[in-house]
């Protein structure tokens, strides 16, 4: 009861998934669409961990309803590397050792794409200012910022 279908173009494919409206984006990834990539941290918007892009623009997705985000362009971790090939700033990661245990890292590259492209990784401070959402309970954050940092140029 209270389930209707709902459309969701994630990573180039649009999938219809049978799901109540309460549903957010992040658990409709994980639980009706098996992209586990994206991390559930906190659940309340203050960790990071499920940081995806939705047209273009960063966003934690256990904030959004999934129904809201029918139409729009959803990319998350597993849509990034094309096919064989990495991303750069997936690449750029494994070059600085961006992680310890890995659980925030789909949420910090997501987050670093978002931080090059907007322009806001013009120094170490402007990174740190911008990625300050996504957090790393190992710290890392050394590593992560020279990641970023080496994919802005
Ligand atoms: Fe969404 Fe922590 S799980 S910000």
Redesign the pocket.
């Known amino acids: 009861e209270g389930v209707s279908a709902m459309r969701l173009n994630v990573n180039g494919t649009v999938r219809t998934i049978q799901a109540e409206p309460r549903v957010t984006l992040?658990d409709a990834l994980r639980e009706y669409l098996d992209l586990t990539g994206t991390?559930?941290?906190?659940?309340?918007?203050?960790?990071?961990?499920?940081?995806v892009h939705i047209d273009g623009r960063r966003v934690?997705?256990?904030?959004t309803l999934a129904v809201m985000n029918q139409g729009k362009e959803i990319t998350t971790i597993e849509g990034l590397a094309k096919g064989e090939d990495l991303h750069p700033m997936q690449e750029a990661f494994i070059k600085h050792d961006g992680f310890q245990c890995g659980y925030c890292t789909p949420?910090q590259i997501m987050s670093g794409v978002a931080c090059v492209r907007e322009g806001h990784a013009n120094s170490e401070a402007e990174i740190r200012e911008y990625m300050s959402?996504n957090?790393c309970r190992c710290g890392a954050y050394p590593n992560i910022v020279a990641a970023v940092r080496e994919v802005a140029g």
Request: aromatic content about 0%.
């Open positions: 992040l991390k559930k941290g906190c659940d309340h918007g203050q960790c990071g961990a499920c940081t934690n997705s256990c904030l949420g959402g957090l």
